[in-house]
């Protein structure tokens, strides 16, 4: 899990968080301060200048952002949010033309239940216009929404919002602002724009989206189509189970992660614990669809909390259904056996029809009973069996992708210290991180990125020690996300290995924070 890191600027996909000008951002910008300055001429943002004239809103002529210094200003924002696939397109556009180091300042719009998704999609600085119209109406906001009141709540409208920023600013740091935005779910426009980030723009946003969160508090049909969870389902649907697992027992989930620690899992472990060599243990659930044992401690599968009544929308059946049937396409099983709930049945219909399905508590007797029979009766024809060394070469190939097979087909698996570790030569090349469900990389394995020319920081010529900035990187290959491991390079020379705190398009576009927590 993510921990809390001291920093002046965090990235949480395209969100930016930090200081400018000893100004905090996301910002909201009081009209009456010294950060705003307005005559007949011109209006002064934070110390920066654009002439007052007449700007079209930018879906009717080429471009009207204004670009002073390290501020684009977006004009019209009400206009343009009358048009949310439009505006979208135009935010994301400027995001990915001016990278990071400029702050997008959104002129005319401060509704504080559309400023979560706004920042979200990079918004940086409001101004309190709208704030200061809806005040004057006697409209208060709250939590719960918008009130009217009989007096002018401009005071504590400006609170709120504030306070509201302050909680971003936390989240984007935290790395919980994909929660925050999908908590706030007064605005029918601010969902409408979250639905469009997701589906129009989900691989823009998966290049940069954490590869690990703190938690997923999968409590709304949005989070089905999160970055990091459609990515997890993608790169399931690309799986390759590991070898000699060649019976699938398909199981439901729990609450308590990882699943095999659950009261539920551990009953039906403890009936089968004779026969689990031969199986390949599948877990078929929502938000993530679905979990081969083998990664039920990595990210998200023990990160997710949903709420488990039993009860599935159908959007989330089909999701399952879905990725389990394109996952059986590419893997191919002996025998597959259901054993699950009946709320889970309306997967059995995509089973292959020599299948064995078997519906009921899990937890009773009879049905364990017959679960076992069932893996007594066709275990005993089984020639092939898995090892923790073969879920291991995995894991590996979906961490780091199925380039890595050929640099690790040949280490050895050994138990250091209560830590699994793959070998050779008494040399440590990973080190499997229970808590996390990553592998670590170390300076052993380094070359292997090296050489494949991945998950490689590109630095200035110094030894790397705590952390490295931003400003000292010259450049960063593209498959890093926030939370990967990365090795440390400076003229083909590895410098260290750590973990990335940035997507590398920030690493190579911020001249301030942190960008890698080094390790060694």
């Known amino acids: 899990m993510p921990k809390k890191i001291e920093d002046n600027h965090y990235i949480f996909g395209f969100a930016h968080a930090g200081f400018y000008k000893d100004i905090k951002f996301p910002a909201l910008i009081e009209t009456t301060s010294d ?8 209006i002064e943002v934070l110390g920066e200048r654009m002439d007052k004239k007449i700007y079209y809103p930018s879906f009717l002529e080429r471009s009207s952002e204004i670009v002073t210094g390290n501020i684009i200003t977006v004009i019209n924002g009400i206009e343009l949010l009358q048009r949310p696939s439009k505006f979208a397109d135009y935010i994301i556009n400027l995001r990915e033309k001016y990278g990071y180091s400029k702050l997008i300042y959104l002129q005319g719009v401060s509704d504080p239940y559309l400023i979560p998704v706004l920042v979200y999609m990079g918004i940086n600085i409001f101004d309190d216009i709208y704030i200061r119209v809806e005040s004057l109406d006697g409209i208060k906001y709250s939590m719960t929404g918008k009130s009217r009141v009989d007096y002018d709540p401009l005071k504590d409208n400006i609170v709120f919002v504030k306070s509201m920023l302050e909680s971003l600013f936390d989240s984007i740091r ?3 602002l994909r929660e925050v935005v999908e908590k706030i779910q007064i605005s029918s426009l601010a969902l409408e724009l979250l639905r469009i980030m997701d589906e129009k723009y989900y691989k823009n946003m998966e290049n940069i989206f954490p590869t690990i969160t703190p938690y997923i508090k999968a409590n709304s049909i949005e989070s089905l189509t999160r970055p990091d969870i459609v990515r997890y389902r993608n790169n399931i649907e690309n799986y390759e189970k590991p070898a000699g697992r060649n019976i699938a027992l398909i199981l439901p989930c729990s609450a308590k992660k ?10 039906i472990i403890q009936k089968i614990s004779k026969f689990r060599k031969y199986l390949h243990e599948l877990i078929v659930t929502s938000p993530v669809g679905l979990v081969p044992r083998e990664l039920e401690n990595s990210y998200p599968a023990r990160f997710y909390d949903i709420p488990v009544i039993g009860l599935w929308y159908e959007d989330e059946k089909l999701m399952m259904k879905n990725l389990l049937k394109n996952y059986l396409k590419k893997n191919q099983y002996d025998y597959i056996i259901g054993y699950y709930p009946d709320d889970l049945n309306f997967i059995s219909d995509i089973l292959p029809e020599n299948s064995t399905v078997i519906n009921g508590r899990v937890t009773d007797d009879s049905n364990l009973d017959r679960l076992y029979i069932e893996l007594e009766k066709i275990t005993k024809t089984s020639e092939t069996r898995g090892n923790v060394f073969n879920d291991y070469i995995s894991v590996l190939k979906y961490q780091f992708g199925g380039w890595i097979y ?5 280490l050895k698996l050994v138990n250091n210290f209560h ?14 991180n229970q808590q996390s469900g990553k592998f670590t990389i170390t300076k052993n394995s380094a070359p292997f990125f090296l050489n494949a020319n991945k998950f490689i920081v590109s630095i200035e010529d110094f030894k790397p020690t705590s952390y490295v900035y931003s400003m000292g990187i010259n450049n960063a290959t593209d498959d890093i996300k926030p939370y990967d491991e990365v090795v440390l390079v400076h003229n083909n020379e590895i410098r260290g290995v750590g973990t990335a705190l940035m997507p590398s398009s920030a690493m190579i576009n911020l001249n301030e924070g942190m960008a890698v927590k080094v390790r060694g």
């Open 35 to 42: 950060e705003f300055k307005s005559n007949s001429d011109y």
């Open 174 to 176: 935290d790395g919980t």
């Open 258 to 267: 990882p699943y095999s620690l659950s009261k539920t899992h551990q009953k």
């Open 406 to 410: 050929d640099y690790v087909k040949n």
């Open 419 to 432: 830590q699994d570790m793959l070998v050779n030569n008494g040399k440590v090349y990973f080190v499997f």
